[in-house]
Structures are given as C-alpha cells and as structure tokens.
C-alpha cells in the first residue's frame, strides 16, 4: 500500500470555525490531490499541486484554500466553515510515471 | 459541461456474466489518460485499470478490460465473470493537463450489484 494518511479522519466541528485537514506521504510523489465525496456526485477536485508551493484550483475550489510546504504534506483548509461542507474528504498522490492515484482512508468531516 | 459522463447510476448483473459500465469524456488535450477506480462499501478507493490515449490497444487487467473508443471519446470498463465481491461503486477517472500540471477528474459513479 502507498504511504498516504490523513489527519483527522473525523471531525465535527461547528459553522464558521476554521478547519485544517492534512495528507501527509512517505512516497515522495509529485503530485497531490484534494477531493470530497458526496452522494450523487462522486468525487470532486477541490485543489491540487504539482509541486512544493504549487498548487491550482479544481472544480469546486470555494470556500477552500491549501498549501504545501514541503513535498510530503498538503494541508486543505476551510477558512470558516459551512454546513454545505459536510463531506468525505479524500486525499490522492500521483507520480505520472505509475499511471495511476492513490488514495488516502478519507476525513469524514461534519459542520453543524 | 461535464467532463467526466456516467450515465448508470446503478446497474445489476447475474454472477458469472459480463457486464459493460460506460463512460464518456471530454477533453481539448491531446494527451490524456482514463482511469477506472473501484470503491466497495468499506469506502477505500481501488484503482482497476489506465488507459493512455495514445495506447494503441484496450488495456486489459485481469478480469477488467478497457474499451476505448478514441473517436466516440469513450471509455467502457468492462468486467467478465462477475463474482459477488464486485459488487461496489465505479468511478470512471480522466487526467489532463490543468493550468500548472496535470489534474484528475472523476465521473458521478455508477453502482455495480452482483446477484447471486
């Protein structure tokens, strides 16, 4: 299994507070992604990073802003938090030569 | 528009048969590629199978092909021998070039059950 993990994997918090959720990778891959996973909708591209310091948006970017500092972490933060924010957050690495994404356990994050 | 088209949101098939899930896309990039992930009820993400959209042939990973039809930007997984444990959301997958790297988008899903 790729080394990928996610903190916290759950969280209830309450409308309007901030949230930081973290993927952190042992594998030294380029590229990661932020996603949440809604009924209906499958999974949406919230940001994602090429690289240290870059990053761009996805299609559901609102409300959402990141950083990575280094190669191992990307952090997803949610600056004041809504209630339409309830989700599963999943995070993935690539590396475009493995031709694939893997994926960390999911945050199931709750705003009341 | 969506980029990313499943058109089934569930479908049923007798074990042991072969079942077709479908998928389209759209993409103004010339180099592309398609992924089919799996995720069972226990919520894990399962990558199946890639396609490049400069491969030549289907891709094939044991029980799961890929039909990729270039032209009609399709992109069909299809599973023989259905067994039980099949049973479990697919997401259809495509990567494409973003404004600073490469981006991977997913389909709605569609809900595989397996009967027994």
């Known amino acids: 299994d790729a080394g990928i993990t996610q903190s916290p994997r759950h969280k209830v918090t309450e409308t309007g507070t901030p949230v930081t959720l973290r993927c952190h990778q042992t594998?030294?891959?380029?590229?990661m992604y932020w996603y949440r996973q809604d009924p209906g909708h499958g999974l949406r591209l919230i940001h994602y990073?090429?690289?240290?310091?870059?990053?761009d948006k996805g299609e559901v970017s609102d409300g959402y802003s990141v950083s990575r500092s280094k190669t191992e972490d990307f952090l997803l933060t949610l600056e004041s938090a809504t209630s339409s924010q309830t989700s599963v957050y999943f995070c993935a690495i690539s590396d475009l030569s493995t031709d694939t994404q893997y994926f960390g356990p999911g945050t199931r994050l709750t705003v009341l | 528009a969506q980029k990313i088209t499943q058109t089934q949101p569930g479908m049923f098939v007798q074990e042991k048969e072969a079942v077709t899930l479908d998928c389209t896309y759209d993409?103004?990039?010339?180099?592309?590629?398609l992924f089919w992930y799996k995720q069972p009820s226990s919520g894990e993400m399962i990558f199946l199978i890639y396609q490049g959209s400069y491969d030549q042939q289907n891709a094939t990973e044991g029980r799961y092909s890929l039909n990729f039809q270039k032209a009609r930007k399709s992109a069909n997984l299809v599973i023989s021998a259905s067994q039980l444990g099949d049973s479990a959301m697919y997401f259809c997958?495509?990567?494409?070039?973003?404004?600073?790297?490469?981006?991977?988008?997913f389909g709605a899903g569609t809900r595989l059950f397996v009967k027994a």
């Open positions: 594998e030294n891959h380029r590229y």
């Open positions: 997958a495509m990567r494409e070039r973003g404004t600073g790297g490469f981006k991977t988008i």
């Open positions: 993409t103004s990039d010339p180099s592309y590629g």
């Open positions: 990073s090429y690289g240290v310091k870059d990053t």
